[in-house]
């Protein structure tokens, strides 16, 4: 038996075993023993991973890839089940869990967003997105591409760009090229209002051509003690730890 990708589940299947080798290689098996994979599909990465002698299980929401992996892996923990909804902490006992997979582009930011929202027990992801998402996530400030994703995941992450995949080993091969990163977390709690630095971050974004005097207008930021010069820089200009001061002093 083989499964059919199915396009409504953004699914492109990785043929190449050497890549599949290479994303399990990148995981660095510290301070935890459990691994989680989403979107096995037919296994490629799932082969590798079992070799690693770890607490693996996998998260996969088309019925006919859990019958191929049921047949293939008996031994394997499969739940059927959409990652997006899943409950972490009860599913795993609120144990530290890796996350790694090659992701279905169509969800792949809202499983990063997922991933920052169990960050106390998420401390290590390593997953395949599509090349230009990959390179937001890394992404700098000064860089165009440099936005909410890059600062919210930064904030709480350690992101590096891992190496660039082609579009000839998936199959259906997508049309765009892929990007393997790696997140290692640096933290599990910001010192200021986190609810506040999301909003921050995301006003400030949502008008990125904006200074922040003008995007951050809700939040009266003539309020509070902010440097002139601050206030008339543009949200790309930003580093995350400015973000993090920048919230600090509206919260005062």
Not at 29 to 37: F, I, P, V
Not at 118 to 129: A, T, Y
């Amino acid at each position: 038996m083989s499964v059919k990708a199915k396009k409504h589940l953004g699914q492109h299947f990785l043929k190449d075993e050497n890549i599949a080798k290479q994303i399990v290689d990148a995981m660095r098996w510290e301070g935890y023993e459990q691994a989680l994979e989403i979107g096995p599909g037919m296994g490629v990465l799932t082969q590798f991973l079992i070799k690693e002698k770890k607490k693996i299980s996998v998260v996969e929401i088309d019925s006919e890839s859990v019958e191929y992996l049921n047949q293939h892996y008996p031994e394997l923990p499969i739940y059927a089940e959409d990652f997006l909804r899943m409950n972490l902490a009860e599913k795993f006992k609120n144990e530290p869990i890796a996350v790694i997979g090659n992701f279905p582009y169509n969800i792949s930011s809202q499983i990063v967003f997922k991933v920052i929202e169990n960050r106390n027990q998420v401390p290590e992801m390593v997953g395949m997105f599509q090349k230009e998402v990959a390179e937001r996530i890394c992404a700098k400030e000064g860089s165009k591409i440099y936005g909410i994703l890059s600062v919210l995941t930064q904030a709480y992450f350690k992101a590096e760009y891992l190496f660039t995949v082609d579009e000839n080993v998936f199959n259906p091969p997508p049309k765009v090229k892929s990007g393997v990163i790696r997140l290692t977390r640096i933290r599990e709690k910001l010192e200021v209002d986190e609810k506040l630095f999301f909003q921050v971050v995301k006003a400030a974004f949502n008008q990125r051509r904006k200074t922040l005097r003008n995007a951050l207008k809700s939040l009266n930021l003539s309020q509070h003690e902010i440097e002139e010069n601050f206030l008339n820089l543009r949200a790309e200009q930003l580093s995350v730890q400015q973000f993090v001061e920048l919230t600090g002093k509206i919260s005062g």
